[in-house]
């Protein structure tokens, strides 16, 4: 059974920092993209940035938009993958959810799986 592990997650200023992580182990699993996705209260969840096993990322456009401001990284040797959140504004707050796309042993079908997530919550 693979596993997403996300921490990370406080209470912070508006204009602080954060960084999160999240871990994927199982047995015998690769996966092709990890991503982290979020939701705040009455919203639906939304993907917030993506990265491939490339190393190649990708950020979502939202009005409120991250890049610039929040960055993906992976180090692939601990199946970790890793959100550093700067500049963070009150509306950054929601719940942060990590996905990946996993494919277990030789394929060739593709599995998304999900962290439990973890609370962002900035103060104005």
């Known amino acids: 059974q693979v596993q997403l592990v996300e921490s990370g997650g406080d209470l912070v200023q508006a204009g602080g920092s954060l960084r999160l992580s999240c871990a994927a182990s199982g047995p015998d699993f690769s996966w092709r993209a990890m991503g982290w996705y979020r939701q705040a209260p009455g919203k639906q969840r939304e993907l917030v940035a993506q990265i491939r096993s490339s190393g190649s990322a990708y950020y979502k456009d939202h009005a409120d938009s991250v890049k610039g401001r929040f960055t993906i990284s992976l180090n692939s040797a601990k199946n970790t993958v890793y959100l550093q959140m700067n500049s963070l504004k009150p509306e950054d707050t929601a719940v942060y959810y990590c996905?990946?796309?996993?494919?277990?042993?030789?394929?060739?079908?593709?599995?998304?799986?999900w962290g439990q997530g973890t609370q962002v919550t900035v103060s104005s």
């Open positions: 996905n990946a796309d996993v494919v277990i042993g030789s394929g060739p079908y593709e599995c998304p799986y």
